[in-house]
């Protein structure tokens, strides 16, 4: 055993973390379809206008304004139509004074017409259509290039590509948009005892759950999983796992990064990088690690599933949002009354896990071994290290994951 001889805090863990951030700088083209949640890697200027062409925001009749001046229901303009107008299909009539055409919302707006007068204000009679409402120029008209003008900025580099983002794109008729590529994450688990999902364990031996939590959030944060075979703790085995992951752009291991005679991981980094930390104050999740490996940046999360997924929230997501280019992630919190008395380890930041229930967060945690800590719990609360008790009743922040 080599004992942690000292901690740093969570706040210098997260300074340590926030100056190793490289933003990614790969940049791929992809589809529109597939641009949603994506980082624009570059502006995009519209080169048409939007709408293309002046046009009726409103089923109606297309007249001349000028026409509709003083039209009431008991003193109506009366004109005569010319032509009936749909989408997609531009009219060759100029509408002269006294005239008008029936035209359908998103139809082009017929020379001479500069307005639209809706058709639940006019009568029709034969071809004479009654106006009961007067019409300023410009009424119900979509003008070309109102939405979106030839040479605007539509996208700026940076920009977190949302659907209307995609909508915009889409709308200027772009068929594919350079983005920043997602940053591919290697996971791999540690540990003799662990096995993959569909073999039968040997006595002993437990089904890998790290790779799958560490998988779920890495996607849900705009990374690519890279899911690894798990590594014997041996020092020759994690020394070769993390050449190969070292190509990638962000490795996260788990197991092994604490101090028992098996926890190889710092030995490894040692042979192969550069630490930046190991061990934090914060419960559970302590004998976490960071390091550079090959200049790629390393997680060494806990074996413990509990404090793996705990610390990958709370360190790996703002980490790999950021590499990302992603903007933090924002999760939603809730007060609530605590339903019963939470004592805290001294010395350590705790991250608690609370079940809400009629309003009333529970004390949810069971081990940092048990996965069914978290499975089980709607979000956490945190216990900063000079509080050593949360009394029953007092209103807790819980965090909701
Ligand atoms: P370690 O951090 O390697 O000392 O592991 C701490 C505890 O977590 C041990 O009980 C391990 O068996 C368990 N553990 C380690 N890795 C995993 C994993 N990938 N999935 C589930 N449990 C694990
Ligand atoms: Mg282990």
Redesign the pocket.
């Known amino acids: 055993m080599r004992p942690f001889t000292s901690t740093i805090s969570l706040d210098e863990a997260r300074r340590r973390l926030d100056a190793a951030v490289r933003p990614i700088a790969r940049t791929e083209r992809v589809a529109i379809e597939h641009a949603a949640g994506r980082v624009a890697a570059s502006d995009v200027t519209a080169p048409m206008d939007v709408p293309p062409f002046a046009r009726s925001a409103m089923d109606g009749y297309a007249v001349v304004a000028a026409d509709t001046a003083g039209a009431s229901k008991s003193t109506p303009a009366r004109l005569r139509q010319l032509d009936r107008i749909y989408t997609g299909q531009p009219s060759s009539v100029t509408i002269a004074p006294g005239t008008c055409a029936e035209i359908a919302t998103g139809a082009p707006l017929p020379a001479g017409a500069d307005a639209v007068v809706m058709v639940e204000e006019t009568a029709k009679t034969g071809d004479e259509i009654q106006i009961f409402a007067p019409a300023t120029a410009g009424h119900h008209v979509g003008r070309r290039g109102a939405d979106i003008a030839a040479g605007d900025r539509v996208i700026s580099s940076g920009d977190v590509l949302s659907p209307s983002r995609v909508g915009a794109l889409a709308a200027i008729g772009c068929v594919d948009v350079e983005v920043f590529a997602k940053p591919r994450v290697a996971i791999l688990?540690?540990?003799n005892?662990?096995v993959e999902p569909g073999r039968t364990p040997k006595p002993g031996q437990?089904?890998?759950?790290?790779?799958f939590t560490l998988g779920a959030i890495v996607s849900a944060h705009g990374g690519v999983p890279e899911p690894q075979h798990?590594a014997q703790d041996t020092v020759d085995a994690l020394v070769a796992a993390l050449d190969t992951c070292a190509q990638m752009d962000l490795v996260v291991f788990?197991?092994?990064?604490?101090v028992?005679e098996r926890?190889l991981v710092v030995d490894a980094i040692a042979l192969r990088g550069e630490m930046i930390f190991h061990g934090i104050a914060v419960r559970p999740g302590k004998?976490t690690a960071f390091a550079r490996v090959k200049g790629t940046p390393f997680f060494g999360m806990?074996?413990?599933?509990t404090s793996c997924l705990s610390n990958a929230y709370i360190l790996l997501v703002p980490f790999l949002r950021a590499i990302a280019r992603l903007p933090p992630h924002t999760p939603r919190t809730v007060q609530a009354p605590l339903g019963r008395r939470i004592v805290s380890a001294a010395g350590r930041h705790q991250f608690y896990t609370v079940r809400l229930r009629n309003g009333i967060a529970f004390p949810a945690f069971k081990g940092s071994?048990d996965i069914t800590s978290l499975s089980q719990a709607d979000g956490y609360i945190e216990i900063p290290s000079d509080q050593s008790v949360v009394e029953e009743r007092a209103m807790v922040m819980v965090t909701l994951f």
């Open positions: 688990s540690t540990g005892e662990v437990i089904f890998d759950v790290n790779r798990p788990s197991g092994g990064s604490s028992g926890d004998p806990p074996g413990n599933p071994g």
